[in-house]
């Protein structure tokens, strides 16, 4: 079993930056697909960032060239830098995994079949 931990929201004013991180009660080994959702009132959770073991990301579009996911092995670690930030930005934020990586790792498209979930961080960008 593996516990997530996400830490680093807050309010913002638009334009501003924020980082959250997501640590891992223990190593996710290879395989493993990580990423990043949001959930904000009354609209559909949606896939923001994913990585899996060797590195490789995606974005979804509403946020390419603004967010970088990031991990730390040696800290079980990985990290969401959000710069630009927009009202419609403002959300819950959950980082999950899944392990062994599956296929949709990279789509953005599954939202609710990872493994193991964080706790939500709030984003709020004013």
């Known amino acids: 079993h593996v516990q997530l931990v996400e830490s680093g929201g807050g309010s913002v004013q638009a334009g501003g930056s924020l980082r959250l991180s997501c640590v891992a009660s223990r190593s996710l080994y290879s395989g493993a697909c990580v990423g990043w959702l949001r959930q904000a009132p009354e609209k559909e959770r949606e896939g923001v960032a994913a990585i899996d073991n060797y590195g490789r990301t995606s974005y979804a579009d509403s946020v390419k060239g603004r967010f970088t996911i990031s991990q730390d092995n040696a800290k079980n670690t990985v990290y969401l830098q959000m710069n630009s930030l927009k009202p419609e930005d403002t959300a819950m934020y959950y980082c999950?995994?899944?392990?062994?990586?599956?296929?949709?790792?990279?789509?953005?498209?599954?939202?609710?079949?990872?493994?193991?979930w964080g706790q939500g961080t709030q984003v709020t960008v004013s």
């Open positions: 999950a995994a899944e392990t062994p990586a599956p296929y949709w790792c990279s789509s953005l498209e599954e939202v609710y079949e990872y493994n193991y």
